[in-house]
């Protein structure tokens, strides 16, 4: 079949198209999860744990069930009693029970679950239940977790949905659950200049705004479920494994989300709605409330040993990193975040002697998982700290000694795969020319010292992944498409619709992004990890295509003509042989006979990948494509107060083409946001297993009045030869160096180095202390 | 139980409410207002708010009994022709969107007090909402186009 180069008058790639729905958003009509009309559910509340590690030795559920309005009482022992091991979800390991039985491996570890008419009932009910622990030595960190006993798992236990997991099963005696070795080279053979430090980000949560929500029921031999889910394929899949039906059986719809950044994810409230709804035959709701909220998933806190060598020229010629990523009592996808992360943590660098070791840890906390940077801002906050102070102890210009160092199109990453569409010197050269790097500025003014700051920020799209699309272009010329990506907040909607017109020369609005739900749209392996735009967005570029195919075949039918004389347009299709022309609306009339009808197109879109080897975890394609982002950084430091106060913040991100750069701007900036909190203020707080500080009085997030004076969000765009119209996703990207830069900024206003996260007034303050 | 009275988006009601219930509840559930969502349930975040008599409340901790005869107005019940409304969607002052309808209630608030507001005091004014996404300067420019747009509508009516 013919493709036949079209272009219109209208373009809609690189257009600043307005966000789908944006006034039902600003107005607040557009219905959330917990907004839809749903059939009537009862409310869950359950009981949780009030120890870090314990055998549950009874529970007594009896003053629960006599509770007004109660229905019923189900505790992981019962569940288990009906699925055996199938009650163990997670995505790399099956380890995680929607309720506890036997054990409980954390503070605020649901054990049992009360299903009432009203919340408020069902949350005074599941207060009554009693358990009886028989307390086991608990581990809380992962320094301590990687020596031996106390083990919070007994053994390992491997998933059948990462198959290269598959030789870990059974293995005992271990806290660490995955280890990722690179080996390059050998660093301990170069002599030169060399820093070294310990380094430590805490784990943060992701407080998207939107409480997490699932409700689900039976339809007769059916599993419904509505969940706030940016994984709608995975909890089909999931789903259908615990209750033990075909894919057909089980149907998860989805709506807007209120924000997510990774929370929202794999298995959370789900398994525990789908198993009780499915054993109790009711329909079943349950909201979780903030407080809640932070024990479902966290981001890993991390430990980095890291050093950095750089000869007499100047050249980074050695890296170290001795990674522990703290993924609680769960391992959710921390096995992949400790690879995924583990190869990037030499930077953005040409370094011929590498290694790096990245262990996932289990210790008694919250399960830790997939975060806004996919673990790589914890790495990044190590190698970024130390190539800066690397320069500096060879008195050179950061930025210079970055430049001469960094990857470009065609080099090798020291994981071994070949770097393309990776802009670092473009992204860091932009950032530094914002903030006017190199130019003089006032250091001092009373106490307060001023600073600037940069760093680099690069990451692997999650590779290999598998995205379909669904076109269906409706008689009167307009569209609608269905994908399983999720909307929350990126702009997926908007830009997934403009690379669909693109394709078909349609207009603003033409295009109708169909929620997705597994029995309609078709399987998408994920929304996460800055993927969609490209795989999702190939996906939907192709199923286009085949579209346009479709409506230029009919047109060389009709006309009487070959393919190849038929071009598209926007305003139809037009012979260049016959000058005939005929609209999309008359074509697909003058096909069907009718009005209203559809023509359907589809594709898929997947990606492969090279999987490392398991010696020294290289790989010549490790992943389909690149993010490379910078960020820089003015800024003042009180010196009696140890306030930081950003003056002017700089972001870039590569992005190889901006589909909608109103959005790629939105998101570089919002990334940036995100990271501000985490240099400065955001944390999880445990003392001895228990959060401390998880409700929104005490855990403090970005504000507006924690803006910077100047907040620049800068595009660059160095297109991929394989993305749709060149594009790569963005929504991580800045997130990745924002802390290091501000450290940076730090050390370059004071002086002292720190290498603990957040920087808090107490901590720099605390820093300028020991220094003088 | 009690009966109160409500007037929400300038629809009048009598109706019964607990003496604990929340008037974020009631709101949802009596009056179907799907702009004012629970964020953190100890009046933290702001993806709450409605107006009372043009007033910020923090619907998550309100308890609706006290609210007997008031007049509410949340963000779902603005007229069409709203500018703060207008400029939030001009100014593509939304992302997720979840918090933005407490950003729009904040904003009127601060305009019926303060028709044209410095930057420090828009920032102080929403100092108490959290936005996730990070949509802060998009919304700093929409509340300070509607305030231009405001004072020049005035100023037609006043000509």
């Known amino acids: 079949m013919t493709t036949v180069e079209s272009r219109s008058s209208v373009a809609a790639v690189g257009e600043r198209w307005a966000r789908v729905d944006g006034r039902a958003k600003v107005r607040g009509e557009l219905q959330y999860a917990a907004d839809q009309p749903v059939r009537p559910c009862l409310d869950v509340a359950v009981h949780r744990s009030t120890r870090p590690h314990a055998k549950i030795t009874a529970i007594d559920t009896s003053r629960a069930l006599a509770a007004e309005g109660v229905v019923a009482v189900v505790t992981g022992a019962d569940l288990y009693a009906e699925f055996g091991d199938r009650l163990m979800t997670g995505p790399a390991f099956s380890d995680q029970p929607c309720l506890a039985y036997g054990k409980v491996r954390y503070v605020g570890e649901p054990i049992a679950a009360v299903i009432a008419h009203g919340a408020k009932q069902a949350r005074e009910a599941a207060e009554l239940i009693e358990v009886s622990y028989d307390e086991l030595e608990p581990v809380h960190d992962v320094d301590k977790a990687v020596l031996g006993a106390p083990f919070v798992h007994d053994e390992l236990r491997p998933s059948i949905v990462f198959g290269d997991l598959k030789h870990l099963r059974g293995k005992r005696d271990t806290n660490v659950n995955y280890e990722y070795n690179l080996r390059k080279g050998d660093p301990s053979s170069v002599s030169g200049t060399t820093v070294s430090y310990d380094f430590w980000c805490p784990p943060t949560h992701h407080v998207p705004i939107e409480l997490p929500f699932a409700a689900a029921w039976c339809e007769g031999e059916r599993l419904e479920l509505l969940a706030t889910t940016q994984t709608p394929s995975y909890v089909r899949q999931s789903l259908a494994d615990l209750l033990d039906l075909p894919l057909n059986r089980v149907r998860v719809r989805t709506a807007p989300l209120g924000g997510s950044f990774g929370a929202k994810m794999y298995d959370r409230l789900e398994p525990l709605v789908a198993a009780l709804a499915w054993t109790q035959k009711m329909a079943v709701k349950i909201t979780a409330t903030r407080e809640e909220a932070f024990l479902l998933t966290t981001r890993h806190g991390c430990a980095v040993a890291g050093s950095m060598t750089a000869d007499e020229n100047g050249m980074i010629v050695a890296s170290t990193s001795d990674v522990r990523y703290d993924t609680g009592a769960y391992a959710d996808v921390g096995p992949r975040i400790t690879a995924k992360s583990g190869l990037v943590a030499p930077g953005p660098y040409k370094v011929d002697n590498v290694h790096v070791r990245s262990r996932c840890v289990y210790t008694n906390k919250p399960s830790a998982g997939p975060f806004r940077g996919f673990g790589v801002p914890q790495v990044t906050w190590a190698h970024e700290s130390l190539a800066d102070e690397l320069a500096r102890q060879l008195g050179e210009d950061p930025v210079e000694f970055r430049r001469r160092n960094m990857l470009r199109e065609g080099d090798i990453a020291p994981v071994g795969t070949p770097m393309h569409s990776a802009d670092f010197l473009g992204s860091l050269d932009a950032v530094t020319e914002a903030i006017e790097w190199g130019t003089p500025f006032v250091k001092q003014e009373g106490t307060l010292v001023r600073g600037r700051g940069v760093a680099v920020g690069m990451k692997a799209v999650l590779t290999p992944t598998i995205s379909n699309a669904v076109v269906q272009l409706n008689q009167d010329g307009s569209a609608s498409l269905l994908i399983s990506t999720i909307d929350m907040g990126q702009g997926s909607d908007t830009i997934m619709a403009q690379i669909a017109a693109e394709v078909l020369c349609l207009g603003e609005g033409d295009v109708r992004v169909v929620q997705a739900d597994t029995d309609v749209t078709p399987y998408d392996t994920i929304t996460a990890g800055s993927r969609s735009t490209y795989h999702t967005g190939n996906a939907v570029r192709l199923a286009a295509e085949n579209m346009r195919d479709k409506l230029v075949e009919l047109a060389a039918e009709r006309f009487g003509v070959v393919a190849t004389d038929i071009k598209l347009t926007s305003d139809g299709l037009v012979s260049a042989q016959t000058q005939e022309n005929v609209s999309v609306s008359e074509l697909l009339h003058g096909h069907f006979g009718a009005r209203g009808t559809t023509l359907t197109a589809e594709a898929n879109f997947s990606t492969s990948w090279q999987p490392y080897d398991h010696e020294n975890g290289l790989s010549p394609q490790v992943t389909e494509h690149w993010f490379a982002g910078a960020a820089a950084v003015q800024l003042t430091v009180d010196t009696a107060t140890g306030r930081v106060h950003i003056e002017h913040l700089a972001v870039a991100g590569d992005v190889g083409r901006a589909i909608n750069p109103a959005m790629v701007e939105q998101q570089l900036s919002g990334a940036a946001i995100m990271g501000i909190g985490h240099a400065l203020f955001d944390q999880m707080v445990f003392d001895e297993g228990q959060i401390v500080n998880g409700t929104l009085l005490d855990y403090q997030l970005p504000s507006i009045k924690d803006m910077p004076d100047k907040l620049t969000p800068i595009i660059i765009e160095s297109p991929h030869r394989t993305g749709p119209f060149g594009a790569k996703g963005v929504g991580e990207t800045t997130i990745i160096p924002l802390a290091p830069a501000i450290a940076n900024a730090v050390r370059d206003a004071t002086g002292v180095r720190i290498t603990q996260l957040p920087l808090t007034p107490e901590r720099i303050l605390t820093a300028l202390e020991e220094q003088s | ?159």
């Open chain 2, 1 to 159: 139980m009690r009966e109160i009275e409500l007037k929400v988006n300038g629809l009048r009601r009598k109706l019964g409410v607990a003496d604990d219930e929340l008037l974020l509840d009631v709101l949802r559930r009596e009056f179907g207002t799907t702009s004012v969502r629970e964020g953190c349930g100890v009046g933290a975040c702001g993806a709450c708010t409605a107006l009372v008599s043009g007033k910020s409340v923090s619907t998550c901790l309100s308890r609706a009994a006290r609210f007997d005869g008031a007049e509410i107005t949340t963000a779902d019940g603005l007229p069409a022709d709203d500018e703060v409304v207008d400029e939030f969607v001009a100014n593509r002052a939304m992302q997720c969107g979840y918090c933005i309808p407490g950003f729009v209630m904040m904003a009127h608030e601060l305009l019926g007090e303060n028709p044209q507001p410095t930057d420090e005091e828009v920032v102080e004014h929403l100092e108490g909402n959290i936005c996730r996404c990070g949509t802060y300067s998009e919304i700093h420019a929409a509340i300070k186009a509607a305030a231009t747009r405001r004072a020049a509508k005035n100023e037609r009516a006043t000509a």
